[in-house]
């Protein structure tokens, strides 16, 4: 089977397809599947278009879609609104300035003013579409292949003492609960990778999560974070394979072929 990887996009409909045509997805004429490594929507404004565009390939079985940090955050505001309304705005900016608001605004077709009015109509309305009802149910902590495994932040692991930036493999990783997969969704995977050995053996793990420039600048130096020469293409060792180019920043889309 061929899959093409994307992750990260954000909302971003435009570079998106930019990436696939170059990529060679949509001349394909063989089997083959689209894997989204989680955070399909969140900071760009072409949100409905990557609805339609991912619900007409979950309905043709070829899409496998991976769960990220911004997929439980949908759920968190939702749920947070539905209780609270707007009352503590400090704590619902966090909604807004992710994106997340902004996401199921423009899939509620609603407009910013109407969702601080009518919080719990934007619930309302944001539970009724696709993206709530049928592509984030078919989502997945993780998708694996004979040679690789698909995650958003990383795989779950094992933290050391009380530090939460020290990290060890846990074999058990396949079987984590909820709470550990989430936790594992905000991970560096280029850091634990490389700083902590938290690999599969045998396998690469594709991710996205973290810009790739953090490791193309920390592991290899070259280029900076976020500066004129920062590296957003896909970033590699062994056992890693990072494709988040960071769209919003950087108005690209890492796309990768692989078949396995």
């Not at 390939?57 to 879609?65: P, T, V």
């Not at 505001?77 to 309304?85: E, P, R, V, W």
């Not at 810009?211 to 500066?227: A, I, L, M, N, Q």
């Not at 060792?237 to 108005?251: F, K, P, R, W």
Request: with cysteine.
């Amino acid at each position: 089977m061929k899959y093409y990887v994307v992750s990260d996009i954000h909302g971003f409909y435009t570079p998106m397809i930019e990436a696939l045509t170059e990529a060679g997805f949509f001349e394909d004429k063989e089997p083959r599947k689209l894997i989204v490594c989680g955070d399909m929507f969140d900071r760009g404004t072409e949100a409905f278009k990557v609805q339609e565009f991912m619900l007409d390939l979950l309905h043709r079985d070829e899409l496998i879609y991976i769960r990220g940090n911004h997929e439980d955050y949908l759920h968190h505001m939702l749920d947070y609104l539905q209780t609270n309304g707007v009352e503590n705005l400090a704590y619902v900016w966090k909604f807004v300035v992710n994106g997340v608001m902004d996401t199921a605004a423009q899939l509620s077709k609603m407009v910013p003013d109407e969702c601080f009015e009518h919080p719990k109509r934007l619930v309302s309305k944001t539970k009724q579409t696709p993206y709530y009802t049928e592509l984030i149910p078919a989502s997945i902590d993780f998708f694996e292949t004979e040679h690789y495994i698909f995650v958003h932040g990383w795989i779950p692991a094992r933290q050391i003492g009380n530090e939460h930036r020290r990290y060890a493999y846990e074999p058990d990783w396949r079987t984590a609960d909820e709470m550990a997969w989430k936790r594992a969704r905000w991970y560096n995977g280029m850091e634990l990778a490389h700083d902590f050995k938290v690999t599969e053996q045998g396998k690469t793990i594709v991710c996205g999560h973290w810009h790739t420039s953090f490791g193309h600048s920390k592991y290899e130096g070259r280029g900076s974070e976020f500066e004129k020469d920062s590296d957003f293409t896909p970033y590699s060792e062994e056992g890693i394979l990072a494709i988040d180019a960071c769209t919003a920043y950087s108005h690209k889309v890492n796309c990768i072929v692989i078949e396995d």
